[in-house]
């Protein structure tokens, strides 16, 4: 039996564990990527090697941040205020909470957003007496539309800036437009797709929208400081290309300030850190990097090349498509990766702006469609499971394979409309 074929055997079973939800999805991803390392499919430094520690360190400093953040009440009283401009309605709520998100995830990474929005959304739905699970789900979606706006919001879009070099301006007037197209359907998307999930006992929303949000604030010092650091941070993670800095030394940096600066009991702050999430990357990590090792990824990828041909809108179309699909089932940081270099291959035949930006949409919005396709996914589940409210696979895909096809459609329309339509 060849590497390729044990391989994909193996990352087949992890695969199927995690949707199967049999045993937690952390344990499913560990064995995976630990049974890669003794079948001998990677070398152990190879494995540790995969890990993306950017991604790994810059969620463990944004977790910290959040969760001090969490003890101001702060989350109380933007989902006080929250409520009341919606007023009371479940899915305007929904929508706000969305659209909020979304512009977010445009400004800072999709991933710290959620870690921010979570726990507004779990108080507000304490409060109104009805499951977080259809808003936490919405915001994951809406995190990773308004992440494919910019160059930051989304990890794959630093690697496709890096490879085509593409300044924040240049991402912002591509990709911009297309995301807030994609949002303004999601939101119409979604009151058919919620519309059963979002039920309220009477006058909840009522007795939430009395509360005097001036007693929600219960720390404003250490709110304060939290802010300001917060702020740094963001600041950081704009201009980390100029300070050639990674976010994740961005994002420890704030953490260790606030910590410093707030003398936070260290032992309690880090207790709250999502460890499970964090293993989960770790072990997803090293499996995909098997499949990645013996080939398997190349191979899909060059079978896609050769329907290719010369024809730039047959390209653009399979990458985007292929990449949406590939992002479903797999981490869409580790394809992306992969895929770079066939871009750069394909460019030298064909012109190479619609390509990337194919791809882009691709991976961006492809991990909309399981729960294990984007990093956003993984935390907020984990997050909601943490809170009793655990996110099944299935039920994640009622909602996400839907978005993801519309968001499909309406990026192929425009690549054809801005980029490959005869003049």
């Given at each position: 039996m060849n590497d390729v074929l044990i391989a994909g055997i193996v990352f087949f079973v992890t695969y199927a564990l995690i949707v199967s939800e049999r045993v937690p999805r952390t344990l499913a991803a560990l064995l995976g990527g630990l049974t890669m390392?003794?079948?001998?499919?990677?070398?152990?430094?190879?494995?540790?090697?995969?890990?993306?520690?950017?991604?790994?360190?810059?969620?463990?400093?944004?977790?910290?941040?959040?969760?001090?953040?969490?003890?101001?009440?702060v989350f109380q009283w933007v989902a006080v205020h929250a409520v009341t401009l919606a007023q009371g309605s479940p899915f305007r709520i929904m929508a706000i909470l969305s659209v909020i998100?979304?512009?977010?995830?445009?400004?800072?990474?999709?991933?710290?957003?959620?870690?921010?929005?979570?726990?507004?959304?779990?108080?507000?739905?304490?409060?109104l007496g009805v499951s977080p699970l259809p808003y936490l789900i919405a915001e994951v979606l809406a995190s990773n539309i308004g992440g494919a706006a910019?160059?930051?919001?989304?990890?794959?879009?630093?690697?496709?800036?890096?490879?085509?070099?593409?300044?924040?301006?240049?991402?912002?007037?591509?990709?911009?437009?297309?995301?807030?197209?994609?949002?303004?359907?999601?939101?119409?998307?979604?009151?058919?797709?919620?519309?059963?999930?979002?039920?309220?006992?009477?006058?909840?929303?009522?007795?939430?929208?009395?509360?005097?949000?001036?007693?929600?604030?219960?720390?404003?010092?250490?709110?304060?400081?939290?802010?300001?650091?917060?702020?740094?941070?963001?600041?950081?993670?704009?201009?980390?290309?100029?300070?050639?800095?990674?976010?994740?030394?961005?994002?420890?940096?704030?953490?260790?300030?606030?910590?410093?600066?707030?003398?936070?009991?260290?032992?309690?702050v880090l207790n709250e850190v999502e460890w499970p999430t964090l293993f989960f990357f770790i072990g997803l990590f090293m499996a995909v990097e098997g499949v990645v090792a013996v080939g398997l990824?190349?191979?899909?990828?060059?079978?896609?090349v050769r329907l290719v041909g010369n024809d730039v809108q047959i390209a653009?179309?399979?990458?985007?498509?292929?990449?949406?699909?590939?992002?479903?089932?797999?981490?869409?940081?580790?394809y992306t990766a992969t895929m770079i270099p066939f871009i750069q291959s394909l460019g030298r035949s064909m012109p190479i702006d619609p390509l990337w930006w194919a791809l882009a949409l691709g991976a961006d919005l492809g991990g909309n469609a399981t729960l294990v396709g984007a990093s956003a996914n993984v935390v907020i589940a984990s997050l909601a499971e943490r809170s009793g409210y655990p996110m099944k696979f299935r039920d994640f895909l009622r909602y996400g394979v839907p978005t993801t096809i519309m968001a499909m459609v309406i990026s192929t329309l425009y690549i054809w409309l801005r980029y490959l339509r005869p003049l």
């Open positions: 390392v003794w079948l001998g499919i990677l070398e152990q430094h190879q494995a540790f090697e995969a890990i993306d520690f950017n991604v790994i360190f810059l969620l463990t400093g944004m977790m910290i941040i959040a969760n001090v953040l969490r003890e101001t009440g998100t979304a512009i977010s995830s445009a400004l800072l990474d999709n991933v710290t957003v959620v870690i921010l929005v979570g726990p507004i959304t779990l108080f507000i739905a304490s409060n910019t160059l930051i919001g989304d990890p794959p879009n630093i690697l496709i800036g890096s490879a085509a070099k593409i300044d924040f301006a240049t991402f912002l007037w591509h990709m911009g437009p297309i995301s807030f197209l994609i949002l303004i359907a999601f939101i119409g998307l979604a009151r058919l797709l919620f519309y059963r999930d979002l039920k309220m006992p009477a006058g909840r929303a009522t007795g939430l929208r009395e509360v005097d949000t001036s007693m929600l604030i219960t720390q404003p010092t250490l709110l304060r400081r939290a802010l300001i650091v917060l702020g740094g941070t963001i600041v950081g993670f704009l201009l980390h290309g100029a300070l050639h800095l990674e976010p994740a030394t961005i994002a420890l940096t704030g953490a260790t300030i606030l910590l410093i600066w707030t003398r936070q009991d260290l032992h309690h990824i190349d191979k899909v990828a060059e079978a896609a653009a179309f399979i990458i985007l498509w292929l990449s949406a699909l590939a992002s479903g089932i797999i981490d869409n940081i580790p």
